[in-house]
Nanobody, 120 residues
Framework: QVQLVESGGGLVQPGGSLRLSCAAS???????????MGWYRQAPGKRRELVAT???????NYADSVKGRFAISRDNTKTTVYLQMNSLKPDDTAVYYC???????????WGQGTQVTVSS
């Protein structure tokens, strides 16, 4: 079992910043069993889309819409992932989901989601 605890969402004005966190835990969770961590988002009426991913080897991937504004990182234990979001726009409003890929079944795990609202 993998538990993902997300935090950091909220309401922010356009141009503002937020930092999301996602901590992974469980008896089989460690830096050696996590192959990738990432963030996805889903806006009302839209499909869930990739925001950013970070592999165990340190490679990152970003959606074009967030490049230069968002940054994904992790802590030293490699079991907590962060998403620093700067220069937020109303189009960034969505529920943000943490995703963790592991080397054990069921191989991909989702957090409960955290709401990010960008509005004046």
């Amino acid at each position: 079992q993998v538990q993902l605890v997300e935090s950091g969402g909220g309401l922010v004005q356009p141009g503002g910043s937020l930092r999301l966190s996602c901590a992974a835990s469980g008896s089989s969770v460690s830096a050696f069993t996590i192959s990738a961590m990432g963030w996805y988002r889903q806006a009302p009426g839209k499909r869930r889309e990739l925001v950013a991913t970070l592999t165990s080897g340190g490679n990152t991937n970003y959606a074009d819409s967030v490049k230069g504004r968002f940054a994904i990182s992790r802590d030293n234990t490699k079991t907590t992932v962060y998403l620093q979001m700067n220069s937020l726009k109303p189009d960034d409003t969505a529920v943000y989901y943490c995703n963790v890929d592991t080397t054990f079944h069921p191989y991909t795990h989702w957090g409960q989601g955290t709401q990010v609202t960008v509005s004046s």
